[in-house]
């Protein structure tokens, strides 16, 4: 199946900090990707639907502002954690689509001290 | 209501058993439907599409019901291996392809 990596796997950082987050589609192009997040023992929820040369579509309550998703190229979409405090620590994932099929990253655990 | 809801579980399960998941879904013009699995601290891996002529690989069978709005996903002659959290995944309909995960049913079998 198609591949899907994230950068970093896993990363602490201080309260206030930014932390950046890549996902790449490694062997196909990605016009959109998903970035989500799980809470333990929570579901994933999705964020945000970043969209290669346009803005991102944030779902209801996910602040654009905190959470900076930049999708440059058909390859690469970042997102940005911006002035992390510890209630953003959680599990990011990202996944791209092909043909209806979901490809996941392999997901960045974020420690907010 | 929630867009796609399943029971969490956990469900314990013998080693050999038949074990039996369902999920239900709001949006009546929903697309796609998988069965994705998750371990612990592991990202979600596609286990299954579900076809409304139902689809099976192996000890898996998953079936859509249109009209009642959920599918099934059925695991036949259980291993230790299957302990897992199965996950719920319906796609909307349109360019826009958003993906709802249901919040996962949670199955342990035991030896």
């Known amino acids: 199946g198609a591949v899907v990596s994230q950068h970093p796997s896993r990363v602490i950082c201080k309260s206030g900090t930014s932390v950046k987050i890549e996902c790449r589609s490694l062997?196909?192009?990605?016009?959109?990707m998903f970035w989500y997040r799980q809470f333990p023992k929570q579901s994933l929820m999705l964020m945000a639907t970043s969209n290669e040369g346009s803005k991102a579509t944030y779902e209801q309550g996910v602040e654009k502002d905190k959470f900076l998703i930049n999708h440059a190229s058909l390859t690469l979409s970042t997102l940005t954690v911006t002035s992390a405090h510890p209630e953003d620590s959680s599990f990011y994932i990202c996944?791209?689509?092909?043909?209806?099929?979901?490809?996941f990253g392999p997901g960045t655990r974020l420690t907010v001290l | 209501r929630k867009e796609v809801e399943q029971d969490p579980g956990p469900f314990n399960v013998p080693e050999g058993a038949t074990v039996a998941f369902n999920c239900t879904y709001s949006?009546?013009?929903?697309?796609?439907f998988f069965w994705y699995r998750q371990d612990c601290r592991k990202e979600p891996k596609l286990l299954m599409s579900v076809y409304s002529s139902g689809n099976e690989d192996g000890r898996f069978t998953a079936q859509l019901n249109r009209a009642s709005q959920y599918i099934s996903l059925l695991i036949r002659d259980s291993k230790l291996s299957d302990s897992a959290t199965y996950l719920c995944?319906?796609?909307?309909?349109?360019?826009?392809?958003?993906?709802?995960f249901g919040i996962g049913t949670k199955l342990q079998v035991i030896p």
């Open positions: 949006n009546s013009a929903s697309q796609s």
């Open positions: 062997d196909f192009q990605a016009t959109t």
């Open positions: 996944s791209a689509g092909i043909y209806n099929e979901q490809f």
């Open positions: 995944v319906v796609t909307g309909s349109g360019g826009y392809q958003k993906v709802t």
